[in-house]
């Protein structure tokens, strides 16, 4: 089954700096790149994804990168704000692959 | 605006009961899932279904069955509750089998067994 590493595990960034989160998977069949957020006590929701045929995707201050020859993609948040704070999951995956777990993710803390 | 329902946001039952754990969703999605997320766990799939009637196995299936009668509600049973089976529940769903769709997760259930 695929691999999936996320760095970091946790993240404490300053108000308005950046924040980048790595995800490194281990399947080149891999085609589809999603990013998930999860404010504490709320559903995880989806924000971001990419597929294999684009290499950045960006969406006012969030943007997906994706680097299929290393086989590792990226969150960036610019001009991080307190509601940035949240756990975000990536998972990787094939089509037709159902039996996804997700990691513990990256906890993101954004200081005042 | 709420796409995927889950009955109960809080549960307290006793070990031994059987439990059951329904989701709606109202976007006419092939796949559903039941997930539970235990601190530093992650989220681990427990049962999913791409299809009515039809059901896999995830990653930690034991304790655990599911139901699936029609297309919009998945259901998740717990024969025999037990006090590690104490967790937030997610259920989710997503659009098609051929192709990768992200998925929509409903707010939880959060069950505890005394």
């Known amino acids: 089954g695929e691999n999936v590493e996320q760095h970091p595990s946790t993240l404490s960034v300053q108000e308005g700096d950046s924040a980048v989160i790595k995800c490194t998977y281990s399947d080149s069949a891999s085609n589809y790149f999603p990013w998930y957020k999860q404010e504490l006590g709320k559903r995880p929701q989806l924000i971001i994804d990419?597929?294999?045929?684009?290499g950045e995707k960006k969406d006012q201050r969030i943007a997906v990168t994706l680097n299929k020859t290393a086989k590792h993609f990226s969150l960036h948040i610019t001009e991080t704000q307190p509601e940035d704070s949240a756990v975000y999951f990536c998972r990787p995956s094939v089509s037709n692959d159902y039996k996804l777990s997700f990691g513990a993710g990256t906890t993101v803390t954004v200081r005042a | 605006d709420v796409k995927v329902t889950q009955s109960s946001r809080y549960l307290v039952k006793r070990t031994g009961e059987k439990v059951f754990l329904e989701c709606v969703q109202d976007?006419?999605?092939?796949?559903m899932f039941w997930y539970r997320q235990d601190p530093g766990l992650g989220l681990r799939l427990i049962y999913f279904?791409?299809?009515?009637?039809?059901?896999e196995k995830g990653d930690i299936p034991e304790g655990y069955s599911v139901s699936r009668e029609k297309k919009e509600r998945f259901s998740l049973i717990l024969e025999s509750a037990s006090t590690n089976q104490t967790s937030m529940y997610l259920c989710?769903?997503?659009?098609?089998?051929?192709?990768?769709?992200?998925?929509?997760f409903g707010s939880g259930t959060r069950l505890t067994v005394v």
């Open positions: 989710a769903s997503s659009f098609s089998q051929a192709a990768n769709y992200g998925y929509t």
């Open positions: 990419i597929r294999s045929n684009v």
């Open positions: 279904s791409y299809d009515v009637k039809m059901k």
């Open positions: 976007m006419d999605h092939e796949n």
